[in-house]
């Protein structure tokens, strides 16, 4: 009878702090300790062995943690996990089905090409309002395109803001990517280029040589320039840094700098060297990249079933 009523008045105490004057602070509480676990590093998609399980699950997260935010404006980290889980959701499913889709149909592909664009602005606004929390303003003066406000902006950001910065360029530029017809965000390339060269001169090794990987595709699509040499320099720094346990870099050379220069053979063996990586494998550094790299491998096999349309026979 004792612990009955003890308990009963302990749990009266706790209704009545969530629902008396106090359960306002209770629940806000609450809601910035689940953003701060939503926005941890999501080791759970980065290690998952299976991409469809990622496919489907990725959007019942990624709207939760929006929802999180509006009762916790201003959560830095959610505004990272949010430009990170929709850059990636775009480019491992939605990009990537598009660039399939263009074999059979350019109106599917190119409906799919602006789904992916719509998803990548959406997370290069998260990264750059999470930026702008640090540094007010840089939203504004990197969309300008006026140099010198853009390089001024630039110069607030420091070293733990780089994965801010990051996921706001890679997911602007993955967006130009989409948009060849599009001149307003052609012309965005350049703010893209300087931040991403702000965040490699401030922490180059970040996330395992990611910012080199970027460098790998950017070099080799650089109109009117030959950025061959400088792909390679970065694709080499990139897997120095990943101890070759990300294939991103790889497959970013092989398609971007070997199609270029049609070079057929070191294409099919650089893609077969990505898709002999046993990326399942129980080691931590092969875990922790197991979603992407099996996602390189479905990209590495697609391209090698292209070849004919891919190089000059």
Known sequence: MTLAISSSLRLGALLGLLLGPAGCSIRTYALRATADALSGTGGGYAEEGDPQ????????????????????????????????????????????????AEDRSLQAAQAGWLRARRLYLRGRDHALAGLGLRCPGISEALRSGDATRRDAALACVTKKDVPLLYWAGAAWALAVSTARDQPDLLGDLPTVEAMMRRALALDESYDEGALHEFFVAYEASRPGVDGSAAARKHLERALQLSGGHRLGPLLSYAEGVLVQQQN?????????????????????????????????????????????LLFAE
């Open 53 to 100: 399980l990622a496919r489907e699950a990725a959007p019942f997260g990624l709207k939760t943690m929006e929802q999180i935010l509006q009762q916790v404006p201003g959560h830095i980290g959610l505004h990272l996990a949010l430009a990170r889980g929709f850059t990636q959701y775009a480019y491992a499913f939605v990009h990537q089905d598009a660039d399939r």
């Open 264 to 308: 057929k053979k070191e294409f099919v063996a650089l893609l077969q060297r990505v898709l002999a990586a046993d990326v399942l494998r129980d080691d931590p550094a092969w875990r922790r990249n197991r979603l992407a790299n099996l996602i390189h491998q479905d990209r590495a096999r697609w391209l090698l079933g292209r070849l004919e």
